[in-house]
Each structure stands twice: as C-alpha cells, then as structure tokens.
C-alpha cells in the first residue's frame, strides 16, 4: 500500500508515493486514518472499509470498489468542498433552495444525507440546526475525524437495503 503525498506546492508537481508496510502503525499509515470517529457515539471500523488504492496518482476507496469512480484524494475533496461553497452562493448562504425548515418556527428531528463526500453540508446543516440529528453515509472514508454532537458519519452503500428503523425529515443528496 502506498500514500500520497498531499503537499503538492504547484499545479504542475507530481505527487510522490511513499510505500508503507502494512502492518506498520505509524499514524500516517492511510488505512489507519479515520479508524475512529468522534461524534455523538465512537465507531471503529476494520482496515478493509478505510484501505485505500492509488491508481494514476489519485486514491480511491476499496469499499464496494468500483462503485463510485471518482477519487477520494485531497484534490477532489477540494473540488467537492469549492462545489458546495458556490452553491450556497447561489442560493444566498442558504443550504439548498429547498432544505428545511422552510417556516421559520419548524422543527427538523432527523436529516440525512446520502452520499457525503466530505460531509460538509452535513456539517453545516448541524452546524446551524443543532436540535436536529444529522447522518450522513457515503462509501469512502473521507470526513474529519471531529464534528458536533448532533452529526454522526456511516460507511454505507445507499443502493443496498436499508436498515434505518426510524424515519427521516429530510433526505438531502
């Protein structure tokens, strides 16, 4: 297995590749990373959801490999995080034309959000209704390791059954 260098210093920089023996715990091992979470509960996942493939200089998650083709890399983490800034330009700071509470009084129990990426519209919206409980599921390993209470983060494939009991408010995706 191997890491990519994230600290590329142009556009033109290639990302060099450093090799890490597998069963080496270091701390920036890429299988490692995320192999907590804190949130409202701590969740350990097995090193086969968080490994990682390097193919033409970008990494891509192993977890239902295939199923999603773009890349996990800080590179397409920025791209997602820029993508999701200029449409809160569009919509005037607001989370989506229609995202609730539309009726300013309304309350919002459960959200969820279906393929995160960096889960950071799951992150505002918990942000900005912290009463509301917000999950957000996505099949590769790329959010923060610390977000509030009120925000928890699964690996899960969307297109296989659901196993949620409770219902949800709002299903943002």
């Known amino acids: 297995m191997a890491e990519t260098n994230s600290n590329n210093i142009g556009p033109n920089e290639v990302d060099r590749e450093i090799e890490i023996a597998a069963d080496e715990d270091d701390g920036d091992n890429v299988s490692n990373i995320g192999s907590t979470v804190a949130s409202s509960t701590t969740s350990v996942w097995s090193s086969s959801i968080l490994d990682r493939r390097i193919e033409n200089g970008g990494t891509y998650h192993r977890y239902k490999e295939g199923k999603y083709t773009m890349p996990n890399d800080e590179t397409e983490n920025d791209r997602l995080d820029l993508q999701h800034h200029l449409f809160r330009l569009t919509f005037e700071g607001r989370l ?3 995202a609730p509470p539309i009726e300013p009084d309304a309350k919002v ?8 990426g960096t889960g950071i519209w799951a992150i505002d919206y918990g942000d900005e209704h912290p009463d509301t409980e917000v999950l957000w599921i996505d099949l590769s390993p790329t959010q923060p390791e610390f977000t509030a209470l009120n925000v928890m983060f699964e690996i899960d494939d969307v297109e296989e059954p659901w196993t949620y009991t409770e219902p949800f408010d709002y299903i943002y995706s």
């Open 96 to 98: 989506g034309n229609n």
């Open 109 to 116: 129990g459960r959200v969820l959000d279906l393929g995160c």
